[in-house]
């Protein structure tokens, strides 16, 4: 699909156009969204340039991504996309800017791209030359990577209370309350790990596409290059941020094994007292069960008394010996 935004005097506007017919001179931002092989055709005749395909568009060298050819800028980015679903995933967009134009190549259609579009319609007069276009969909772009961010650093909050937190309860509530769901907290560090490392490659690939349009020699406005320098410095600050997010999510998993690995040991701890705890009086229990005629007291009335009482004892005497010296 093919979008086509031309400069009226009220500003940015939507043109509403047949898909054979030709693009105007007036045309400030060209958006192709999945376009066909004859969109791609059009758009390269009519400003002479060499759309890249989806398959250039994933080469991961820069001289690939960020290059300048016939007085354009060829500029692919990694944009985070589908983060409303279990599997968030990255995405390239190539920017084009030529002279008084901006095309746009995408194959996703991300929630920045759309707030953008969006905008534009409500504020046509506020992005009304290429290079500002190019400035507001960057903008666009980084705003939604720091919402991501934000909402990794509430997950990483979360789960640091629930692996951290001592409630004080007793009785049934207390038992009940130290039972703590830790496949959940490894799922909430397993998705927000996902996604800080999306975020970082993409915060990644921006800040080597904002370093090279600013030392491009294309003609570009002041207030642009104002804030594109001014994107620059937030791309850098929220990898910073991210980086430590990450840091931060190594110490919460290797914390959240441990504590696993201390309700494990509880766990075989308590099998084995119980152990400890049932050997006496099995013990006991082989001894009066032998097959022999004379053992002392089998044939006395009170002798089947006196060995459950004695096994009763040989289990309480470690119980209470356990107790004195702390290990219960």
Avoid at 27 to 44: F, I, N
Avoid at 103 to 110: A, F, K, S
Avoid at 190 to 210: D, H, M, N, P, V
């Amino acid at each position: 699909m093919l979008s086509v935004y031309c400069l009226a005097p009220t500003g940015l506007k939507l043109l509403e156009r047949n898909s054979n017919a030709p693009l105007p001179e007036e045309a400030v931002w060209l958006d192709l969204l999945e376009p066909t092989v004859e969109e791609e055709k059009l758009v390269e005749q009519r400003l002479g340039l060499d759309i890249p395909t989806r398959e250039e568009m994933r080469d991961i060298e820069s001289s690939s991504r960020l290059y300048e050819e016939d007085g354009a800028l060829y500029l692919t980015a990694t944009v985070v996309t589908r983060l409303d679903t279990q599997l968030p995933e990255n995405a390239q967009i190539t920017f084009i800017l030529r002279g008084a134009r901006l095309v746009t190549n995408r194959y996703v259609d991300p929630l920045p791209i759309r707030r953008f579009i969006g905008y534009v319609e409500r504020h046509p007069q506020a992005n009304t030359t290429a290079q500002a276009v190019l400035a507001g969909l960057l903008e666009s772009i980084v705003e939604r990577i720091a919402d991501v961010i934000e909402r990794v650093s509430g997950d990483i909050d979360t789960a640091s209370g629930s692996v951290f937190s001592h409630r004080a309860v007793t009785g049934a509530k207390k038992s009940r309350a130290s039972q703590r769901d830790f496949r959940k907290v490894l799922e909430v560090i397993g998705q927000s790990g996902e996604l800080i490392a999306k975020a970082r490659e993409s915060l990644a690939s921006l800040s080597r596409l904002l370093a090279f349009v600013q030392q491009s020699q294309l003609a570009m406005p002041q207030d642009v290059r104002t804030r594109l320098r001014t994107l620059s410095h937030d791309v850098v600050a929220m990898s910073d941020h991210a980086g430590f997010l990450g840091t931060n999510l190594n110490f919460i998993l290797d914390a959240t094994l441990g504590m696993i690995n201390i309700d494990q040991n509880n766990i075989l701890k308590i099998f084995s007292v119980v152990t400890v705890f049932l050997l006496p009086p099995s013990v006991i229990g082989a001894v009066f069960g032998m097959n022999f005629e004379r053992i002392p007291g089998s044939h006395e009335h009170w002798g089947f008394w006196g060995a459950l009482g004695l096994m009763a004892l040989s289990s309480v005497l470690p119980y209470l010996w356990f107790r004195r010296k702390g290990w219960l």
